[in-house]
Antibody, heavy 118, light 112 residues
Framework: QVTLKESGPGILQPSQTLSLTCTFS??????????VGWIRQPSGKGLEWLAN???????YYNPSLKNRLTISKDTSNNQAFLKITNVDTADTATYYC??????????WGPGTMVTVSS | DVVMTQTPVSLSVSLGGQVSISCRSS???????????LSWYLQKPGQSPQLLIY???NRFSGISDRFSGSGSGTDFTLKISRVEPDDLGVYYC?????????FGAGTKLELK
């Protein structure tokens, strides 16, 4: 059974760094073809893909967030991470991690809400 | 970036009815490897999105055959037949052919 769960700070101030953790089970990020992606959704709005990391440590980022994103993984502990630097109110959203296999997202976590506010 | 345009924005349906949702991409979604990475997701109220259809027409595990996907190139359709109350929510198409992955703006399916 594949499950994923996101965790984050809940609230942070503008200019801080957002650190998110995705803890998953039921698959391994050392398996050929496996990946984890991060997607966010502002309240009442659509989905925005942020980044993907693959079994071979290949990484892809959404260029709209320029150089603010860093994705990484801890294969031994079944975790993936996303950092977003220099946050502002526009980064307020629910952040999802999802398993990525064959270029889609087949299992999603419940999401973690992040509010950026001074 | 590949722009995904979904129509309509919202849809009203009677239980047991049939609906179609259109998704058009600004570029062909045929990958160099010959696959077309167009997926459909449903986000029920208060829940995270769930995968319904992958690679245009393949139903994900456990998805009812009332859901069917079709299309090619830049033009895709999701059909839902015999609509049930549990089908209500927002439907998104998404492409994984080219980075960055992009999603349509969503189609809200409501009861008439």
């Amino acid at each position: 059974q594949v499950t994923l769960k996101e965790s984050g700070p809940g609230i942070l101030q503008p200019s801080q760094t957002l650190s998110l953790t995705c803890t998953f089970s039921g698959f391994s990020l050392s398996t050929y073809g496996m990946g984890v992606g991060w997607i966010r959704q502002p309240s009442g709005k659509g989905l925005e893909w942020l980044a993907n990391i693959w079994w071979d440590d290949d990484k892809y980022y959404n260029p709209s967030l320029k150089n603010r994103l860093t994705i990484s993984k801890d294969t031994s502990n079944n975790q993936a991470f996303l950092k977003i630097t220099n946050v502002d109110t526009a980064d307020t959203a629910t952040y999802y991690c999802a398993r990525s296999y064959s270029a889609d997202f087949d299992f999603w976590g419940p999401g973690t809400m992040v509010t950026v506010s001074s | 970036d590949v722009v995904m345009t979904q129509t309509p924005v919202s849809l009203s349906v009677s239980l047991g009815g049939q609906v179609s949702i259109s998704c058009r991409s600004s570029q062909s979604l045929v990958h160099n490897n010959g696959n077309t990475y167009l997926s459909w997701y449903l986000q029920k109220p208060g829940q995270s999105p769930q995968l319904l259809i992958y690679k245009v027409s393949n139903r994900f595990s456990g998805i009812s055959d009332r859901f069917s996907g079709s299309g090619s190139g830049t033009d895709f359709t999701l059909k839902i037949s015999r609509v049930e109350p549990d089908d209500l929510g927002v439907y998104y198409c998404g492409q994984g052919t080219q980075y960055p992955n992009t999603f349509g703006a969503g189609t809200k399916l409501e009861l008439k």
